[in-house]
């Protein structure tokens, strides 16, 4: 959960996704690794959907819409 919040505090500044991944991964790893068909890139992808999503109210799947019975 941590990560998806770096990616949406990421995107709230107006971040694209390397500038996300420098601030997950170290600048140096980032500049290597970075590709279009690099694994790093294709997990960034994938955490700002999330990200986003949560954002526009996937969040709500994550609380019980019910309390347990006692």
Do not use: C, F, Y
């Not at 390397?18 to 294709?42: F, L, N, P």
């Not at 960034?44 to 999330?50: D, I, L, Q």
């Amino acid at each position: 959960m941590e990560r998806l919040m770096t990616v949406l505090d990421g995107l709230r500044d107006g971040k694209k996704p390397r500038g996300i991944a420098e601030d997950i991964w170290e600048k140096e790893d980032v500049a290597k690794v970075w590709a279009s068909d690099s694994w790093m890139r294709s997990q960034v992808r994938r955490w700002v959907a999330k990200a986003e999503a949560l954002a526009a109210g996937g969040w709500r799947e994550l609380v019980p819409r019910s309390l347990p019975e006692e």
